[in-house]
């Protein structure tokens, strides 16, 4: 998103009139009321306490301004805001207790055809849907902490929630204990950074046909199956941190039929899987660190002119897995511990090839109880031989030039 388009979204994001004036609020005072009797671009200035109240209907610009997070309770009553307005702007306040309801999305703010909106400094407690956008744009929410104490993931609904959405900022937020951390699904032009999803029941970040978007310096640590992208191009995924995401299906990131994309900068580390990557095309990944996951990265067949520079795969249980014999991708550069190699020239570069994929990764990819077998004499026996005589594993997975050293790979998130 260009610098220009930034500062005229955020200029136009507090644009209000000059006559607009101030209504306080106590607890006791209706909320809907005073939005009814207010005029385009007021301020609702609420103190602290508790308000009850739900299904607030806003249709025209107005700020929404908490003092102390004051708190609106919806008594487990549907949606507690419904704005369908342009220039709405949530400040400093907290909402509890929406109803539960998949049929109607309850949310504990929800936006309909809305432009230069914000959310910033709100708390959302035991929320269906935290905040639900559709067809909205012009969107910044920042700062805003998500936490649902749901049991089991049909209790609850997304976190943070986008639908056919554009041009937006989500930066700064906590969500945890949510479906999905963050949902985003006909999503363009959208920056998702420095955000912390933890603790999620299905994906950290979960988003589908979604183009043209960066996500970075996230962290994403503890999510029932890690983070999905899906159905996508042009994605830029830099300096996040992937962490944690243990489970029989799980993985730091999976990458479904995703093209022209770049992953950079990232670190997974102690996930089921690094990276599982399936019908994925023209996808750069460079200066990422892989360590200590049960596999850093399963390569299906599927994908094809992906290219993996500069990377470290340090501390993992399997560096690469794939599931075909025939891989069309490129290994260049990349640091590798279990390489044996040497370096005669001293420039760094080893000067023989190495091999990732191990006869063993490919006996368990075609037959999973085997790895039961790990670390057993003859998964060694069998790896040396393949070594030797290379025969069953994929023969261009190869990297000609190994590094002798680890890159330095830096993360502001570490």
């Known amino acids: 998103m260009k610098t220009t388009h930034i500062i005229l979204g955020l200029l136009l994001l507090w644009l209000v009139p000059a006559q607009a004036a101030v209504i306080e609020l106590k607890p006791g005072d209706t909320i809907q009321t005073a939005i009814d009797q207010a005029s385009a671009g007021d301020t609702l200035k609420l103190h602290s306490g508790i308000y009850q109240e739900h299904e607030i209907i806003i249709r025209k610009p107005l700020v929404i301004l908490g003092l102390n997070h004051p708190t609106i309770d919806g008594m487990d009553q549907g949606n507690v805001f419904i704005v369908a307005a342009e220039n709405v702007h949530f400040n400093g306040i907290r909402i509890i207790n929406t109803g539960k309801s998949n049929m109607d999305d309850s949310a504990g703010i929800k936006f309909f055809d809305s432009k230069n909106c914000s959310v910033v400094n709100c708390h959302l407690d035991d929320t269906f849907f935290g905040l639900h956008f559709s067809n909205s744009a012009n969107l910044v929410i920042r700062n805003n902490i998500l936490k649902s104490t749901a049991e089991r993931e049909f209790q609850t609904g997304n976190g943070i929630h986008l639908w056919k959405c554009k041009d937006s900022f989500i930066e700064g937020n906590e969500v945890s204990g949510h479906r999905d951390g963050i949902y985003l699904e006909f999503v363009t032009n959208t920056e998702n950074n420095n955000n912390l999803i933890v603790e999620n029941k299905r994906y950290g970040l979960h988003f589908m046909f979604s183009h043209d978007n960066s996500y970075y310096k996230n962290t994403f640590r503890n999510n029932g199956a890690g983070v999905a992208v899906m159905y996508t191009r042009n994605v830029l995924m830099k300096e996040n941190i992937f962490e944690d995401n243990w489970g029989a299906s799980s993985y730091g990131i999976l990458l479904k039929d995703i093209a022209d994309s770049e992953v950079i900068g990232n670190i997974f580390r102690k996930n089921t899987i690094g990276i599982y990557m399936e019908g994925s095309s023209r996808t750069v990944f460079k200066n990422n660190a892989f360590t200590q996951n049960g596999w850093a990265l399963k390569l299906m067949a599927s994908c094809d002119d992906n290219t993996f520079e500069a990377n470290n795969f340090i501390g993992n249980t399997f560096d690469i897995s794939t599931n075909g ?8 550069q990349n640091y590798w511990d279990k390489y044996e190699g040497y370096d005669l020239d001293k ?39 393949e070594k030797v005589i290379p025969s069953i594993t994929p023969e261009n997975m190869i990297d000609l030039s190994p590094k002798m050293t680890p890159h330095d790979i830096r993360t502001a998130n570490t």
Do not use: Q
């Open 325 to 332: 014999s025939v891989v069309l991708n490129t290994l260049t």
């Open 347 to 385: 420039d760094r570069i080893g000067d023989i090839p190495f091999r990732p994929i191990s006869l063993f990764s490919v006996i368990v990819e075609k037959i999973p109880a085997a790895v039961i077998l790990w670390r057993s004499f003859l998964v060694s026996l069998l790896d040396r031989m």
